[in-house]
T-cell receptor, first 114, second 115 residues
Framework: EAEVAQSPRYKITEKSQAVAFWCDPI?????LYWYRQILGQGPELLVQ????????DSQLPKDRFSAERLKGVDSTLKIQPAELGDSAMYLC????????????FGPGTRLTVT | AQKVTQAQTEISVVEKEDVTLDCVYE???????LFWYKQPPSGELVFLIR??????QNEISGRYSWNFQKSTSSFNFTITASQVVDSAVYFC????????????FGGGTRLMVKP
């Protein structure tokens, strides 16, 4: 069964350092999402891509976060510099289209900023 | 604006008991979609069901059933004869037509099924 791949699974970094996460969506899925899930809360959307274009990044803290999906396939989310409050699970999801089809989630990257 | 409320933060039951997880939503749109996801301890979110706003028929899938009531803006999830493997955090989510497929999640309900 096709899955969304994410790496690394776990990342510990010191504050003010740069960190990057990678996501490979299910083959053929045009829409890719990055979510942040703080412990004990539901996921919150950071950015949505349709192919290589950003559809929604209104919740992305653009002073320190950036996301790209250059060829419309895999994607990278970067934080620079990391802050203590960035400690969370970062989830990537993909869907066939952007038309409210179900989103399939990857295993996530758990980030701890010390 | 969209909002999803899961008032039950934690539920504990004994195996074989039935349990219902509540979900109440708010949206101004008439076209929207509701979802339930399961998040086991391993962390990944597992899709369980999608329901659109025009289909109020209840759905049953094995031990799982969903009750959608537009009149009360609720989309509740029942597990019949719960099992230890059902222990997880369950999230209800809403996507309305004008939000471009953006999912708004509730805060989740942690279900613990004890043997």
């Amino acid at each position: 069964e096709a899955e969304v791949a994410q790496s690394p699974r776990y990342k510990i970094t010191e504050k003010s350092q740069a960190v990057a996460f990678w996501c490979d969506p299910i083959s053929g899925h045009a829409t890719l999402y990055w979510y942040r899930q703080i412990l004990g809360q539901g996921p919150e959307l950071l950015v949505q891509f349709q192919d290589e274009s950003v559809v929604d990044d209104s919740q992305l803290p653009k002073d320190r976060f950036s996301a790209e999906r250059l060829k419309g396939v895999d994607s990278t989310l970067k934080i620079q510099p990391a802050e203590l409050g960035d400690s969370a699970m970062y989830l990537c999801a993909s869907s066939l289209t952007g038309d409210s089809y179900e989103q399939y989630f990857g295993p996530g990257t758990r980030l701890t900023v010390t | 604006a969209q909002k999803v409320t899961q008032a039950q933060t934690e539920i504990s039951v004994v195996e074989k008991e039935d349990v219902t997880l509540d979900c109440v939503y708010e949206t101004r749109d008439t076209t929207y979609y509701l979802f339930w996801y399961k998040q086991p301890p391993s962390g990944e979110l597992v899709f369980l069901i999608r329901r659109n706003s025009f289909d109020e028929q209840n759905e049953i899938s094995g031990r799982y059933s969903w009750n959608f009531q537009k009149s009360t803006s609720s989309f509740n999830f029942t597990i019949t004869a719960s099992q230890v493997v059902d222990s997880a955090v369950y999230f209800c989510a809403l996507s309305d037509y004008n939000a471009g497929n953006m999912l708004t999640f509730g805060g989740g309900t942690r279900l613990m099924v004890k043997p």
